[in-house]
């Protein structure tokens, strides 16, 4: 089996595809510090916890998380144990000061008068050794010799010579390991393998999912660029108390799953499984599986308890999936895990109206815009849209609320604003059962419940950049199990760049062939000067890091990239970089944070070099790609791209935040209005050059390596000798490159 087949890539047209992503940034940004131990390749001074034992019920539905922290200091120490790496047949350590060799160790007896040697070997001793690179420590006993040889020299009136080793590879060591207890009853998962997340899912529940794909913890593949197929995350409760109850109390095991979400859809061949932990017999038992399949609506899945070996103390369950261990693959999402007493066959109804999604933004089109462009244009830049999913996951009506949005600065309320009922449930009498509903609310002004000083972000505030909490609440008058779920927090930040993205890539995006280009639409507040992009390259099926692109931007043509006002030189090309820490976007400045002044709406992109998709972050939650458009042709024609979601490319512009950049300001050079108009372009075989304002002194023209062609003072340029391509100008005198096309 390939890897391909193992990471599915989805082509929507001949030129552009998303494929799945190899790492999860975000978890990446996160990873813990490795413990740092006192000797390296020991258990030293690292912590063992015992778990806390829960009682019934266990439920969670993910709306926070509640995954267990293991960050015990010094002050968190319970207890304690030295091991020796050396003891003696009756378990005592053996003095700090000893040493021995693994070698056999000798007397050598020399008699000169008969110039003979005798080597006699040392007595063996026998010791037990231990290995301290993991707790508990087994003892093995083990033949060690003296650390020395003794020389005897016969006829001579001296005493014997003992001649040590330098360094004897037996020698005494210790470990200290460390123990506590957790006691967290509100965090009640050991481990978190798994991802907790809440956008991978399509159209979940209630706020948040657990995710379980190919990737570790830490958000890197556990197998990177194999085919191997395995067991990957696990998701393990805390032990729980079964002793408490017994069989005919009725308990019952219940949760949805869904597999593919946003994400990659697991083969027939992988699996999703739910194991209960016997513990008088330490053994796990699968109690449930299900085998991929492609997207469908969440499931419900509800098992009565019966087997009286879990009714008891300790009593665990785990949930843990199958699937390739090269990346983020095979997707299953779980939600509204419930072990629970007093319930029933026919207790499978979720009483919950819920937010699905959070609020991405409260700004018209984008989820960030510089503070500086928001100061200046703070008038009718709230949403008229805002985008709402909650669901009501009763089998019965619920009798619908007004809903609101508060805009919280430092948690200071400074804006509200309302979420009418009649469009929360879409003009239903009340919220139907078992329905999610989508719907969009007027924030410019029809939704405002506030002062007038209350209806936006406030734009006087001081400061470089501006960072604002978003809460927003919705509940019903019917009886709700859950009320957690019935709000949601978010941020709203402002700081030198324009976004569409809620920060979190689901899939790997990108056109496909030599020189294909890639181009954002944007219309920012105001014209201004751009000095580069923050671009979320995140790791696909094949590395592409090696890969060249020039930053690119264009002007607007009629509502797609016309003219291009910047590109990066072509002999300093950039690569794909993917981050792993706080920050997981790369920014590409412009070649000397050059000031690309744009007026309205401006494309910004790449070209690249090479016909493999360069995987870009790809949104799946909030949808604009009709601002996304890509070219075959060397920008002759554009296609509004098929692919839903969000291209992660944000602009950089200049703004007081460059301060903080360190970027000085740009001196004011004189422009040399002459150009030179090279046509036809694209050609067959050849061009002319005709000059505006100045005098033709002769070109030189490269190829797309770089490598010159043709150097000429004829103002006629034959390229019929030449295979068919890109070719780079440069007139004699004048600074700028041109682009000719030969086919």
């Not at 969670?60 to 015990?72: G, I, L, W």
């Not at 890509?630 to 703004?655: A, E, K, L």
């Amino acid at each position: 089996m390939s890897l391909l087949c193992l990471a599915p890539i989805t082509v929507f047209s001949q030129f552009e595809e998303v494929g799945p992503i190899m790492g999860n940034p975000h978890l990446q940004m996160k990873a813990k510090q490795k413990q740092v131990r006192a000797n390296a390749g020991t258990f030293d001074s690292t912590f063992i916890y015992t778990s806390d034992t829960l009682g019934l019920p266990f439920f969670d539905e993910f709306s926070t998380n509640k995954f267990q922290v293991y960050e015990a200091g010094i002050s968190d120490i319970d207890s304690s144990q030295t091991i020796y790496r050396c003891l003696d047949l009756t378990n005592s350590p053996l003095p700090l000061t000893i040493a021995y060799s693994s070698q056999q160790t000798y007397r050598i007896t020399v008699d000169v008068a008969n110039s003979s040697t005798v080597q006699t070997e040392l007595d063996t001793i026998q010791i037990k050794m231990g290995d301290l690179s993991s707790y508990p420590v087994t003892y093995i006993t083990t033949d060690v010799y003296p650390p020395y040889t003794i020389y005897d020299t016969l006829d001579f009136v001296n005493d014997e010579d003992t001649v040590w080793m330098v360094s004897p590879d037996i020698f005494q060591d210790s470990a200290t390991q460390l123990f506590t207890t957790i006691d967290s009853a509100e965090l009640i998962w050991l481990d978190d393998y798994a991802y907790h997340n809440y956008s991978m899912a399509v159209d979940p529940w209630s706020l948040g999912v657990v995710t379980f794909d190919g990737l570790d913890e830490n958000g890197f593949p556990y197998f990177l660029g194999s085919t191997i197929t395995n067991y990957a995350d696990f998701l393990t409760s805390k032990p729980i108390d079964m002793a408490a109850v017994s069989v005919s109390d009725s308990v019952y095991f219940s949760f949805l799953y869904q597999a593919e979400g946003y994400c990659d859809p697991p083969e027939s061949i992988d699996s999703l499984v739910l194991e209960f932990y016997a513990k008088d017999l330490d053994q796990w038992n699968r109690i449930w599986s299900t085998e991929g399949v492609a997207l469908a609506e969440f499931e419900h899945v509800h098992i009565p308890v019966v087997n009286t070996d879990y009714f008891k103390k300790g009593f665990q369950f785990r949930f843990k999936n199958y699937g390739g261990l090269s990346g983020s693959l095979d997707h299953f999402h779980i939600d509204y895990v419930n072990l629970r007493e007093l319930s029933g066959y026919q207790d499978t109804i979720i009483r919950d109206l819920a937010f699905s999604y959070p609020l991405y933004t409260l700004l018209d089109e984008f989820t960030s815009v510089p503070w500086d462009h928001y100061k200046n244009n703070f008038t009718d830049k709230m949403s008229s849209n805002v985008q709402v999913v909650v669901r009501n996951s009763s089998n019965a009506p619920q009798i619908e609320l007004d809903g609101t949005t508060e805009i919280k600065y430092n948690s200071v309320n400074e804006g509200n604003f309302v979420l009418r009922e009649n469009l929360l449930n879409n003009g239903d009498l009340n919220y139907l059962p078992m329905t999610t509903y989508y719907s969009f609310h007027d924030f410019s002004g029809a939704d405002v419940i506030a002062s007038p000083s209350g209806d936006r972000f406030d734009e006087t505030k001081l400061g470089l950049t501006q960072e604002f909490e978003l809460a927003s609440y919705a509940t019903s008058t019917t009886d709700n199990s859950y009320t957690i779920n019935d709000s949601t927090f978010t941020k709203q930040e402002f700081v030198n760049y324009y976004s569409y993205d809620d920060g979190t890539a689901e899939q790997a995006y990108g056109p496909t062939g030599e020189q294909s280009m890639l181009a954002i639409q944007y219309t920012p507040y105001e014209d201004d000067s751009l000095i580069g992009a923050m671009i979320h390259f995140v790791p696909t099926v094949n590395d592409v890091s090696n890969n060249l692109f020039l930053l690119t931007v264009w002007d607007d043509n009629g509502g797609e990239p016309g003219n291009v006002i910047y590109e990066d030189d072509i002999f300093f090309p950039r690569q794909p970089n993917y981050e792993y820490d706080r920050n997981i976007f790369t920014t590409y400045y412009t070649i000397d944070t050059q000031k690309v002044a744009v007026n309205g709406t401006f494309y910004i992109g790449w070209r690249q070099f090479d016909a493999e998709r360069l995987g870009v972050g790809l949104d799946k939650n909030i949808v604009n790609n009709d601002k996304t458009f890509y070219s075959t042709d060397f920008g002759n024609s554009w296609n509004s791209s098929s692919i839903t979601g969000s291209v992660m490319i944000r602009p950089i512009f200049s703004t007081s935040y460059d301060v903080v950049l360190g970027l000085e300001e740009e001196k004011t050079e004189k422009v040399d209005p002459t150009k030179a108009l090279i046509y036809p372009n694209p050609t067959s075989n050849s061009v002319s050059v005709r000059m505006e304002n100045g005098v033709y002194e002769g070109a030189e023209v490269f190829n797309i390596q770089g490598v010159k062609v043709l150097e000429t003072e004829s103002s006629a340029i034959d390229l019929s000798n030449q295979p068919n391509g890109v070719y780079f100008f440069r007139v004699n005198g004048y600074p700028e490159t041109y682009k000719v096309i030969k086919h």
